[in-house]
């Protein structure tokens, strides 16, 4: 079956920039989504298809994929981006598949 | 807008079964696939299967095979997910999402199921 990791913990200054990682086997080759999970919420989509923002999601939110690792990228970062992320991919064999997730702490 | 209304929480003893249902409005229900996905307390998220309101085909993943049944309703455009023998690592809250090709575009509220004696 098909694995994403994800870095438990990134932590950020507010204004700075995070960077959140997802590594897969040739994930370059996959379409891959990020989901902001904030407590006791629902996931909310904010990139999917590597790069594409849904309505509403800030500009401030950005994804690139190549090689084996995805990124998500949140520039200016605010208290209120502090959140689980998860990056998804779909897979032949497994179907959906979840990173295990990375929470973001804003110093 | 669309909107997908979960139903409440339960409370299941060990090898009972729960049934948790999906309410789509906002959108035509049978042109997109229902994703359902599960999260444990403090873990990450799970994904259990999909099925397809049109035809009412259905995946599951592997590891809910024999003990998932996905359904729907279209007259009243609504999804179900029931999980048998239930146990206590199954203690959760499940989630529906609308599933567009390969992403989960909106997502229920949630519902908690809490197995325990």
């Known amino acids: 079956s098909y694995v994403l990791t994800q870095p438990p913990s990134v932590s950020v200054a507010p204004g700075k920039t995070a960077r959140i990682t997802c590594g897969g086997n040739?994930?370059?080759?996959?379409?891959v989504h990020w989901y902001q999970q904030k407590p006791g919420q629902a996931p909310v989509l904010v990139i999917y298809?590597?790069?594409d923002r849904p309505s509403g999601i800030p500009e401030r939110f950005s994804g690139s994929n190549s090689g084996n690792t995805a990124t998500l990228t949140i520039s200016r970062v605010e208290a209120g981006d502090e959140a689980d992320y998860y990056c998804q991919v779909w897979d032949s064999s497994s179907d959906v598949v979840f990173g295990g997730g990375t929470k973001l702490t804003v110093l | 807008q669309v909107q997908l209304v979960q139903s409440g929480a339960e409370v299941k003893k060990p090898g009972a079964s729960v049934k948790v249902s999906c309410k789509a409005s906002g959108y035509t229900f049978t042109s997109y696939d229902i994703n359902w996905v599960r999260q444990a307390t403090g873990q990450g998220l799970e994904w259990m299967g999909w099925m397809n309101p049109n035809s009412g085909n259905t995946g599951y993943a592997q590891k809910f095979q024999g003990r998932v049944t996905m359904t729907r309703n279209t007259s009243i455009s609504t999804a179900y997910m029931e999980l048998s023998s239930l146990r206590s690592e199954d203690t959760a809250v499940y989630y529906c999402?609308?599933?567009?090709?390969?992403?989960?575009?909106?997502w229920g509220q949630g519902t908690l199921v809490t197995v325990s004696s």
């Open positions: 999402a609308r599933r567009d090709s390969t992403v989960s575009d909106y």
């Open positions: 040739n994930i370059g080759s996959k379409s």
């Open positions: 298809y590597d790069s």
